[in-house]
């Protein structure tokens, strides 16, 4: 690893507590990879080794309904622990793709379970990040139970522009090449019925598509909280 991601680590909240030399020993035992778009970290299940930190990218989590049918639980951007469950269980609670080209920390669980207990400020980031998760994951189990699939989509649109929204006047533009397939998954609908609705929706001057970005008009109201 290059001295660099020693200063990027702390540029990241999440490490702004942690003492240099604990940064260090992150760097002597981790690894950092170059992964491709649409590589599978983890599948469900299985035993986990390593913890995982998105230093660039995108990734989410996802459950395999059946052989050919995939659902998408959440999304995670840059700057967060992808698994930091695993420091508490022993197999994966679920499977993690990156869903473009990322870079990511790779660290030991040995090694972050030293440093917890080494840090306990570090310790209370862990803990806040995974009350952030279960908290948001709350919110997406709301967003399951709505009946109506345009307000399910609507809502799961509003969820994607609060995480990698840019917001320019009246305009959101959600930041990430999300594909109809995509969006299916994450709402739990066929792609034909995804991409009906979107159409509607492009009618109903809710979004419109711009540079495989989708852009959704700001007066719309925000109910993602």
Do not use: W
């Amino acid at each position: 690893m290059e001295k660099r991601h020693l200063i990027d680590l702390k540029q990241f909240e999440i490490f702004y507590s942690i003492e240099y030399s604990s940064i260090q020993e992150l760097i002597k035992y981790g690894q950092i990879k170059q992964i491709n778009k649409n590589t599978l970290l983890i599948e469900e299940e299985q035993e986990n080794e390593n913890i995982y930190f998105l230093l660039k990218g995108m990734a989410y989590h996802f459950c395999q309904c059946d052989l050919s049918t995939k659902r998408i639980l959440s999304v995670d951007e840059k700057g967060h622990f992808l698994n930091e469950d695993a420091l508490y269980q022993e197999k994966a609670s679920s499977s993690i793709e990156v869903c473009k080209n990322s870079v990511l920390l790779i660290i030991p669980i040995f090694t972050m379970e030293k440093i917890i207990l080494d840090q306990p400020l570090f310790s209370k980031q862990i803990q806040l990040s995974l009350m952030n998760k279960y908290q948001e994951s709350q919110t997406l189990l709301k967003y399951n139970s709505y009946q109506n699939s345009q307000e399910r989509l609507k809502a799961y649109l509003y969820y994607l522009a609060y995480k990698f929204g840019k917001k320019q006047n009246d305009q959101i533009e959600i930041i990430g090449d999300f594909s109809v397939v995509f969006l299916s998954q994450l709402i739990g609908a066929k792609r034909e019925t995804t991409s009906r609705i979107l159409n509607q929706l492009i009618d109903q001057h809710f979004l419109f598509y711009q540079d495989k970005h989708f852009v959704l008009q700001a007066q719309q109201k925000n109910i993602y909280h």
